[in-house]
């Protein structure tokens, strides 16, 4: 299996612009989760999904942040309105959650917003 | 609430020496899993290990061993005879969910390896 991938590596947007980060997890995986990553906070859980379905999202910093996964191979994370307090990496992972194992990560959406 | 302090925020050291990464948490939760997991400077996250906190056994793997400590909250990383290519920011996990993914981080300690 090639990993979690992640689209694009590097976004640089302006204020203003809606923003969409893309991540196709592991085959047969059923979690994913959204994290971020910056200076300020460090790695923050944003959202994460089990069987296509949100089930915690309390880490979503604000309603311009929306989350889906209309399927098992795929998920969006888009912002709209972006702002420059939202630079950070965007990280997706996955995990086969009922066998107990490690959330393997994609390498990480690099967002400016200018 | 759960929280994962490393207080080295930066250790630098010259190739060959040994070098012990330090994590303690914090946790109400019985069933925990904790984590290490390796940062580059390419950026990835790359995993490690993962305990669960009914398995005190300390593991080696390798040039890496991990020292897993219930009674002080600490499961510290060490790093026999390192490496240049073992630069990179190391951060310490811990989860309290059924299935052990939903992931609180530290801060990260940045290890910086010198030849």
């Known amino acids: 299996d090639a990993g979690v991938i992640q689209s694009p590596r590097h976004e640089v947007t302006e204020m203003g612009q809606e923003v969409t980060l893309r991540c196709k997890p592991i085959?047969?995986?059923?979690?994913l989760f959204w994290y971020r990553q910056t200076m300020m906070r460090g790695l923050e859980l944003l959202i994460y999904?089990?069987?296509?379905?949100?089930?915690?999202d309390s880490g979503m910093p604000e309603d311009r942040f929306s989350a889906k996964m209309p399927n098992a191979s795929f998920s969006t994370l888009k912002i709209q309105p972006s702002e420059p307090r939202d630079s950070a990496v965007y990280f997706c992972?996955?995990?086969?959650?009922?066998?107990?194992?490690?959330?393997?990560f994609g390498q990480g959406t690099r967002l400016t917003v200018v | 609430a759960q929280k994962v302090t490393q207080a080295q925020t930066e250790i630098s050291v010259v190739e060959k020496e040994d070098v012990t990464l330090d994590c303690v948490y914090e946790?109400?939760?019985?069933?925990?899993?904790l984590f290490w997991y390796k940062q580059p400077p390419s950026g990835e996250l790359v995993f490690l290990i993962r305990?669960?906190?009914?398995?005190?056994q300390n593991e080696i793997s390798g040039r890496y061993s991990w020292n897993f400590q219930k009674s002080t909250s600490s499961f510290n990383f060490t790093i026999t005879a390192s490496q240049v290519v073992d630069s990179a920011v190391y951060f310490c996990?811990?989860?309290?969910?059924?299935?052990?993914?939903?992931?609180?981080f530290g801060a990260g300690t940045i290890l910086r390896v010198k030849s």
């Open positions: 996990a811990l989860s309290g969910d059924l299935y052990g993914n939903k992931l609180v």
């Open positions: 305990r669960n906190s009914f398995d005190e």
């Open positions: 946790t109400r939760d019985t069933t925990y899993y």
């Open positions: 085959s047969g995986h059923d979690y």
């Open positions: 992972a996955s995990s086969q959650g009922a066998l107990n194992t490690e959330a393997f």
């Open positions: 999904f089990n069987n296509n379905v949100p089930i915690d």
